[in-house]
């Protein structure tokens, strides 16, 4: 587990790309508080899912509005998975992994 | 103590309900009382035994272990001969009671032979060589004895004679069929069409036909010998089978005093009349007025009753059924429904025949539905004719298509044509199978079945055909998806409402209107509920960030690579050197991929990554040209009277004073415009959301509701005005009209139609409802409330407002062109 960002990097409904050992990762901030984590590219097109709109279940695909489950990865509109990443908050940091 | 269900008639209809009854979980102890000594066969098939196109156990529907299984008693071969309906018990032939809760009389029917001298012979029943065609046992004993014989009669040309003559024809050499009527089938089919049939059954079949022919006499004094018709022609033969059609077996009812005409009478919940507990389902009973002899509103019947008995819908009714016929004889196909013959002066008919060919179709047409149709001898359209006639569908305005395959894009009505692997969305790429094995996973409803697939969610032109093929695939058990009346999926209202309760709780956010009125957040509500509030609130709105689109974000059109577009106002599509020199500049500073004209009359440069957005505004020091919201976008111009010989109106000075007004405004869609400076159009004002043509004279029409893209349409003209003045009024009030009223993405194309263009008229020229005023004011409060969203460039709106998504890892790219 470590840090990745402060939770004021990312506005509150959103999401942010984050580079992690050469991979990308987005980072999104429920408007409950929590934070989750998942593969920044859009496994259908290669859209940049950070750019998505969420709400507390869901992102949107910004290219072919295609959905994922933010806590599985489990898409909701017929295309392949998307990988999700264990995250918390600890104090203002946004932690990744176990 | 479970209820006890007794059910008399162990035939089609009384053991379909006792189907439907368990297969909703209805909990009741069921006696069933039949009067043939078998199990449950399908009488239908009958025809298919007697052609020997089917054996005797392949008709068979329930054998006696199903009754076993399912705890219903059965008892075959016993005759119910009265109704106690006081005491609520049935008694047998036999001298047996038995005590019901809830009795269902399923007799069915029997075949009526008429009264002809010699049919019968007294005490003996028929007379030997003369058959009835109805039970399974009439079947055996017919093949039986024509096995033997040498020539038969069929009397009756409906549905059943023919079927029993084309039967028997594998048994016996001679068949000769003798109906009274002028025509054959003369119920379902009008004289032409019962000709061309006479002459393929004779021609095709070799079986001989007589018509006119009343039946007098059955000749022969121990086995039969003939038939004297009423002119005096003896036809010779040695067997008979009467097909003279069926009446309901209603005399039990009646002598326990039930109420019969030509059955009993129910009401819709298939209730005998004015009885609480006794029902009666099948050819047996008389709803409104019909008696049915035919499979397919026995079914209907069955399930409405089973609704109502188990509770699952204890208000279910049935309504009566249209009926369809189709006649199952090789190589003679007829199929009818509805009327045969116009009714009304106004009907519209059409009628094709090939005589040579044994061709014969007709429709009937009334306030533009299928009302009656018959197809002889070519039945290709009949799947489609079935079911614009069930369901009521709308008809092709080239109405030879009802009869004919005239060839170009058939998808239009036929869903079960088509293969599975047939693409039917083009933009998402979805199949026909891909659509269906959604459906058969459990998700029935049209948007749902769109959200799981993106099936439709696209440029929507396709969105009918999946919406048929969900319903094909469904089997007609589509499920009404509420959600399609609201204005976003995630708040249960319609938009008149959703306003009204946003005003009324002052919900000036997107989040305080899912905390008040719908529950959850919904990432797909959030944009278009953004959008509502800023037009209801203005300057008042809440602007939460993450309600908008990326490209509201950040004021640009995001790419399929994640770069964005930029494209800077250019009003009315004029430009100067000094403007071109800057775009050009700015283009080369910032190594822009490509540079490319617009359809709307502007520049666009093209792969700007979004880090960079704010200092390309920066360089530009132009206006947003608004090419990336469900916002106004551009007025389109053609060279108007300035230089053009043929213009009679100055179309780019309106153009420009159109978008200086109106630029920016969000709506329910994007707003494209245009004006032309004559009629010729070059600025294509005609297909615009609104579009304004010169005309000679100084005045200037005013187009809405105008498409040019995946859907196109020519807009209705709103009005006629005679100054550019007023153009720019009518302007903002229909497009505030449209902003207030259109449902979420709801193009004009689709919102005046749906309106109008009468009703919008009144509105926003003759102020039919007092709100012009209001409208103008709200528009003109939206217009003060502008500002230029690329001026709001030094300080990011949020943290990380402009920070880059993309990927690290190579993806596909815009090509660049050098």
């Avoid at chain 2, 153009?655 to 920016?664: F, H, K, N, W």
Wanted: charged share 25%; proline share 5%.
């Amino acid at each position: 587990m470590r840090p990745i960002a402060s939770v004021h990097d990312i506005p509150l409904g959103e999401g942010r790309t984050f580079a992690v050992d050469g991979d990308m990762i987005a980072i999104f901030r429920l408007r409950d508080g929590s934070v989750r984590a998942t593969s920044a590219v859009c496994p259908h097109k290669g859209g940049p899912l950070a750019d998505g709109q969420i709400d507390l279940k869901q992102v949107i695909c910004p290219l072919h509005l295609n959905a994922w489950d933010l806590r599985t990865g489990c898409s909701l509109s017929g295309q392949p998975d998307v990988a999700v990443y264990p995250v918390s908050i600890d104090d203002d940091k946004i932690m990744l992994g176990d | 103590m479970r209820q006890r269900l007794v059910v008399i008639g162990n035939g089609m209809a009384g053991a379909r309900t006792v189907e439907e009854i368990l297969a909703r979980g209805g909990d009741f102890e069921i006696t069933m009382f039949g009067d043939e000594p078998y199990g449950n066969y399908n009488r239908i098939m009958l025809s298919n035994v007697l052609a020997g196109v089917e054996d005797e156990s392949g008709i068979f529907l329930n054998d006696l272990s199903w009754y076993a299984d399912n705890g219903i008693t059965l008892h075959a071969g016993t005759r119910i001969e009265r109704i106690d309906r006081f005491a609520k018990r049935v008694y047998a032939e036999d001298g047996t009671e038995t005590p019901y809760d809830k009795l269902i009389i399923a007799t069915g029917s029997r075949a009526f032979v008429p009264p002809i001298p010699g049919a019968h012979r007294p005490g003996r029943g028929y007379h030997q060589g003369v058959f009835a065609f109805r039970t399974l046992d009439d079947t055996r004993a017919m093949i039986r004895y024509a096995k033997e014989h040498e020539r038969a009669v069929v009397i009756g040309g409906g549905l059943l004679g023919l079927e029993a003559a084309r039967g028997l024809q594998n048994h016996l050499p001679h068949v000769t069929l003798v109906h009274a009527m002028g025509h054959l089938m003369n119920t379902q089919l009008n004289f032409a069409a019962g000709d061309t049939l006479r002459k393929t059954i004779e021609e095709k079949l070799g079986i001989e036909v007589v018509v006119d022919g009343m039946t007098t006499e059955i000749l022969g004094k121990h086995a039969v010998t003939g038939v004297k018709l009423a002119d005096g022609r003896v036809i010779p033969c040695d067997v008979i089978v009467v097909a003279a059609g069926i009446r309901a077996n209603s005399e039990m009812a009646a002598a326990s005093d039930l109420p019969v005409e030509r059955g009993i009478l129910v009401d819709d919940q298939m209730r005998v009349q004015d009885e609480d507990d006794i029902y009666a389902v099948g050819e047996c009973a008389q709803h409104r007025g019909e008696v049915y002899g035919l499979v397919a509103p026995l079914w209907d019947q069955a399930k409405v009753l089973a609704d109502h008995l188990t509770g699952v819908n204890p208000l279910a009714e049935y309504h009566g059924s249209q009926v369809a016929t189709k006649l199952k004889v090789a190589g003679v196909d007829v199929a009818a429904m509805g009327l045969k013959e116009p009714e009304h002066p106004d009907d519209e008919v059409l009628t094709f025949a090939e005589p040579k060919k044994g061709i014969y179709k007709n429709v009937i047409i009334r306030d533009g539905r299928l009302v009656g149709a018959t197809l002889v001898g070519d039945v290709k359209k009949v799947a489609f004719l079935m079911q614009a006639f069930d369901r009521g569908l709308a008809l092709p305005e080239e109405r030879a298509e009802l009869m004919f395959d005239l060839g170009g894009p058939a998808g239009e009505v036929k869903v079960e044509d088509m293969a599975d692997d047939e693409q039917v969305c083009n933009c998402n790429g979805v199949s026909k199978g891909t659509i269906c094995s959604t459906v058969q996973s459990g998700c029935k409803t049209v948007s749902g079945v769109m959200d799981k697939t993106r099936a439709g969610k696209g440029c929507g032109t396709c969105k009918s055909v999946v919406q048929r093929i969900v319903e094909w695939a469904a089997g007609g058990e589509v499920e009404e998806d509420p959600a399609a009346s609201y204005y976003v999926p995630g708040i249960p209202m319609p938009k008149p409402e959703l306003m009204n309760a946003i005003r009324l709780h002052e919900l000036k956010s997107v989040s305080s209107v899912f905390a008040k009125l719908g529950g959850d957040e919904d990432a797909k509500s959030k944009m278009g509920l953004a959008s509502l509030l800023k037009m209801m609130w203005g300057g008042e709105y809440v602007d939460e960030r993450d309600a908008r689109f990326i490209n509201d974000r950040v004021h640009a059109n995001i790419q399929r690579d994640g770069t964005f577009s930029v494209v800077p106002q250019m009003k009315g599509g004029v430009t100067t050197p000094a403007q071109l020199k800057r775009i050009a500049e700015v283009a080369e500073k910032h190594e822009v991929p490509m540079v490319k004209l617009t359809g709307g009359q502007r520049i666009d440069l093209l792969g700007i990554p979004k880090e960079k957005l704010p200092e390309v505004w920066a360089d530009l020091d132009m206006p947003s040209g608004y090419a990336y919201g469900k916002s106004f976008r551009t007025v389109k111009t053609c060279v108007g009277s300035d230089f053009c010989r043929f213009g009679v109106g100055d179309s780019t000075a309106l153009g420009i004073a159109l978008e200086e007004r109106y630029q920016g405004i969000e709506g329910p869609g994007k707003m494209k415009l245009a004006v032309t400076g004559c009629p010729r159009n070059c600025a294509e004002a005609y297909v615009k959301d609104l579009g304004v043509v010169a005309i000679d004279g100084g005045k200037w029409e005013i187009y809405v509701g105008g498409a040019a893209g995946a859907h196109i349409r020519k807009g209705d003209l709103l009005t006629t005005v005679s100054s550019p003045e007023e153009v720019i009024v009518l302007t903002g009030r229909f497009l505030q009209y449209y902003r207030e009223n259109a449902n979420w993405l709801e193009r004009t194309y689709a919102f005046v139609p749906r309106v109008g263009i009468d009703k919008v008229r009144a509105v926003v020229v003759d102020d039919s409802e007092g709100i012009a005023a209001d409208l103008d004011a709200a528009m003109e409060a939206s217009v003060g409330a502008y500002r230029d969203p690329w001026k709001d460039r030094d300080e990011p709106a949020t943290p990380g407002q402009f920070r880059t998504s993309l990927p690290l890892i190579v993806l596909p790219q815009v090509p660049v062109r050098a």
